[in-house]
């Protein structure tokens, strides 16, 4: 099944950050499609519920070194 959600980030600054997000996003299994919006901080990613949860998603952002709003 897939599901969409979206997260409000804080901390990218540039293309460089966006790119970092989304790579990070990516290389998790499950994740199928990122999408990141670096003028509101706007991360709206795709993923398969059955294989990546959504605390994962938020984990791998924070491990970039972004954080995750509630
Ligand atoms: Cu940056």
């Keep these: 099944m897939s599901e969409v959600v979206a997260l ?9 950050c966006k790119k970092t997000v ?3 996003l990516v290389a998790l299994d499950g994740v199928e499609n990122v999408n990141v919006e670096l003028e509101t901080g ?5 993923f398969n519920e059955s294989q990546v ?3 994962q998603i938020r984990t791998a ?3 970039k070194g972004y954080f995750v709003e509630a």
């Excluded at 409000?8 to 460089?16: A, D, E, L, R, S």
């Design 42 to 46: 706007k991360v709206e990613v795709s």
């Design 53 to 55: 949860t959504v605390d």
């Design 61 to 63: 952002i924070q491990n």
């Design 22 to 24: 989304e790579n990070g």
């Design 8 to 16: 409000q980030v804080k901390g990218m600054t540039c293309g460089g």
